[in-house]
């Protein structure tokens, strides 16, 4: 089974300049570099295929899928190294999305959203399809709900994540009725 991850990460110009670069073999795209960077591993080093959105206040979303894990090694570097750079993720199933973000170190909130997603997706049943694949209509639900994150603690730099697919980690919803 192949379990795709969706990312947005929201940075400034200084980080965007750092990580982002032209795809040499698809322009209407970039690739993140993560190892240019933060020196750490990811798949190639790169997120390829990264829809960029430049949005009114000057900053950046950075839209991309991968397949089965949460890059978590990259994602910590980069809020530990840039404390304003706030990173999304969601999962195919579209259970729960998670925010990592700084408050006195990394942190995330996650919020529910499984039923009131796929109410949403019902009544907008075409709205995904005219998405890039880099994105994802979740993104979209979002700025329709009063958001309600909770904090899901991690005493471990989120070792949940590591080498777990994101379909097989033990979220706080997934017990529920």
Not at 1 to 7: C, E, G, I, L
């Amino acid at each position: 089974m192949s379990n795709y991850v969706w990312s947005k990460i929201i940075c400034n110009q200084e980080v965007f300049d750092k990580i982002v670069m032209d795809s040499p073999t698809n322009p209407s795209h970039s690739i993140i570099s993560f190892h240019k960077i933060l020196g750490v591993d990811y798949d190639d080093r790169e997120a390829r295929n990264v829809l960029v959105v430049k949005n009114a206040d000057d900053t950046y979303e950075l839209k991309y899928c991968q397949r089965w894990f949460y890059p978590i090694t990259c994602i910590t570097r980069l809020i530990e190294t840039f404390h304003d750079v706030i990173w999304y993720l969601v999962e195919e199933n579209h259970i729960y999305v998670s925010k990592f973000y700084w408050d006195n170190g990394v942190k995330e909130d996650i919020m529910d959203i499984e039923y009131q997603y796929y109410d949403w997706l019902d009544e907008n049943p075409i709205f995904g399809d005219a998405l890039d694949f880099s994105d994802d209509d979740v993104w979209y639900f979002l700025e329709t709900l009063q958001e309600k994150w909770i904090n899901w603690e991690s005493n471990d730099n989120f070792a949940r994540y590591l080498d777990v697919a994101a379909h097989d980690v033990d979220h706080p919803f997934k017990s529920r009725p």
